[in-house]
């Protein structure tokens, strides 16, 4: 009278005398199978899933609560440790609730990364055209948790071990190249970005990343080819539209870089931007609007010494000497190193001082066409172009899914 096994605890299978079994001859009938039988069997074995499962669920919700009963008595404790702090003094408010927000956001920001990827990682194994994909997908698989745990230099070998494998992997040769130009080693990543752009010619990450390397290599015609080829397929790229103003400038085509610049400041209005677009029209002769640029600069950033001394240099063309002066002062008190800010203290006539160096001259030297110049404009645009391939990582798994 048991509904379930003393021994294991499994459901019993109940059978009972149905019209079937006795239309093949009563017990005899049993040992043939009936439809009844069947599903009655089927129902029994649901029943036993379905209460096994209950079972799990109502162990996982008190595990739940059990961890949010200690989560809320930890946390009491370290409010009452950073109160106590606080009145002895030991801790500013303020500073701790800022600490706090950062280790909160770097923790979530690797952990983005590391998924990311490791979704990279699945879509190169997705891509894999080779023959021995066993060897193929250890050798991913032991880059991914060296880089994933910290050592890149070590894990970028055994990717490009598993290259040689499969050398038409497109996403394989872009994520080693992408590594190499993140590394500071342009000509390297080159070499697999190219090999990943000829398989993929629609990989916008990749294309920027090319226009930016044969730029600063001094390849002008191939790096406008890239950039001009990534405005197609994005016309919104601050990137690129950045780079092409850059290169232009570079070859002395002024007012077609200011168009591309002003667009990359439409998509960035920051301060560096401000300034870029700012010295380009004092390169252009057009001092009013490279004033009103500069103003706006220093609007939002009351440090940007660069902005400041060229601001003095426009007042000291115009013979306003003190207002000059002003501001060689408060370029000079922001950063002290920059020798012409010295210089330019003793100054009296417009004359005697040089912008600083921020475009290139074609015809003097083509080497860091895109990202020479202040420090500040080359932290804004490798911070575009990893955001972007971040961007078109997510739109090409999103294509995917759809």
């Not at 001094?218 to 290169?247: C, N, P, Q, V």
């Not at 009013?288 to 939002?300: D, K, N, P, Q, T």
């Not at 501001?327 to 020798?339: C, V």
Request: hydrophobic share 40%; with cysteine.
């Amino acid at each position: 009278m048991r509904e379930t096994c003393s021994s294991c605890g499994a459901r019993l299978m109940v059978i009972t005398a149905t019209r079937a079994a006795n239309a093949y001859g009563g017990v005899e009938s049993l040992t043939k199978p009936t439809v009844e039988e069947h599903l009655l069997e089927r129902i029994s074995a649901l029943e036993s899933a379905l209460q096994h499962g209950q079972e799990q669920i109502d162990a996982l919700l008190d595990l739940l609560r059990r961890q949010a009963a200690g989560t809320i008595s930890d946390h009491a404790m370290i409010e009452a440790i950073v109160e106590h702090l606080i009145e002895r003094g030991t801790v500013e408010p303020g500073a701790l609730q800022s600490l706090w927000q950062a280790r909160i956001d770097k923790h979530e920001k690797q952990a983005s990364v590391d998924q990311r990827f490791e979704e990279r990682i699945e879509e190169t194994i997705g891509a894999f055209q080779g023959e021995n994909f066993d060897l193929f997908s250890r050798l991913l698989d032991t880059g991914c948790r060296l880089f994933l745990g910290g050592n890149p230099k070590r894990g970028v070998r055994y990717l490009e071990k598993a290259l040689l494998l499969d050398p038409a992997n497109g996403p394989l040769a872009f994520l080693v190249g992408e590594h190499f130009f993140r590394a500071n080693q342009p000509a390297l990543a080159r070499v697999y970005i190219e090999r990943s752009i000829d398989r993929h010619p629609e990989n916008y990450s990749g294309l920027v990343i090319l226009g930016v390397i044969c730029g600063d290599e001094g390849d002008l015609e191939r790096a406008k080819h890239y950039l001009s080829s990534a405005l197609r397929l994005k016309k919104r790229s601050f990137t690129a539209h950045y780079g092409l103003g850059r290169i232009l400038v570079s070859e002395g085509k002024l007012r077609e870089a200011i168009t591309h610049l002003k667009r990359a400041l439409s998509l960035k209005p920051t301060p560096e931007m401000y300034y870029l677009v700012g010295r380009a029209y004092l390169e252009d002769g057009r001092v009013g609007v490279a004033s009103r640029h500069l103003r706006r600069c220093i609007e939002l950033d009351p440090n940007f010494d660069a902005a400041l001394y060229h601001l003095g240099l426009i007042y000291l063309g115009e013979g306003k000497l003190a207002v000059a002066h002003d501001h060689f002062r408060a370029a000079y008190e922001i950063n002290p190193r920059e020798s012409r800010y010295r210089v330019a203290l003793r100054a009296r006539k417009a004359g005697r001082l040089a912008p600083l160096p921020v475009f290139g001259r074609a015809a003097v030297t083509s080497r860091k066409v895109v990202t020479s110049g202040d420090v500040r404009l080359t932290q804004l645009l490798k911070s575009d172009l990893f955001e972007s391939n971040r961007s078109a990582n997510e739109d090409r798994k999103s294509q995917k899914r759809g």
